[in-house]
């Protein structure tokens, strides 16, 4: 295989962010990495009814895959499954694809981030497996956050470092964090938090309720801040799928 040794790269943990058709025969697959990051292949062949990669490339299942080239788009060699899960269904399926979009979305390629890979593959597996997700997606998008530059400062207050009071309730304000809210403030601050779910946050402890729907409210607001107005697909398929 002519240039196959040129960057080679095998046995690679990856999923399958998305896959469009390519020429007459092929494949364009972005891929998400453990040690490479986020990378574009070329799966030359892979719409051919006996081509080996056939049935395999697919979103949210664990894979090794190897691929060799330089530049912005490499060819991808091999593909094996390592565990397969179940596949994504329904609301799960589509929450999949939220995480997909944010990778894409967000993510600069080539640009290695393991501690990302694993929040992705844990919200992954849970989701396959029908087990509670918000735990694990609030946690895929806090680390995305982290991985990106954009860690959160949750335990302290913005105007002069001071604790965050678990009894006062806070508004976060971007670059910069929570802001204690006055009595009448309160009342009229949409996107308000409880210093309580700011701590448990920062400490990864959403064993109440509440602490679980104020993070998705603040990750919500965050994400919104960061996609600097590009919309999400599946979000927008999701309030269309309520509205039914």
Known sequence: MSGAGKGRVDG????????????????????FSRDHGRLSLVARGARRPRSALRGLLMAFQPLELGWFGQG???????????????????????????????????LPREDAHPSLFQAYAEASRALALGEPSQVSLRRFEKTLLKE???????????????????????????????????????????ESFSGQALLAIARDDYSEAETLAQCRQLMRMLIRHYLGGQLLSSRRVFMELQEL
């Open 148 to 190: 990106l530059g954009y860690g959160l400062t949750l335990d302290r207050e913005a105007d002069d470092g001071q604790p965050v009071d678990p009894q006062k309730r806070y508004a976060y304000v971007l670059e910069r964090g929570p802001v204690r809210l006055g009595a009448k403030a309160e009342a009229a601050e949409a």
């Open 72 to 106: 912005e788009m490499r060819t991808l060699a091999k593909a094996e499954w390592i565990g397969g899960q179940p596949l994504l269904q329904a609301r799960a399926l589509l929450l999949g694809y939220y995480m997909n979009e944010l990778l894409l979305k967000l």
């Open 12 to 31: 690679q943990p990856a999923y399958v962010l998305h896959a469009y058709p390519f020429k007459e025969t092929s494949l364009i697959v972005e891929a």
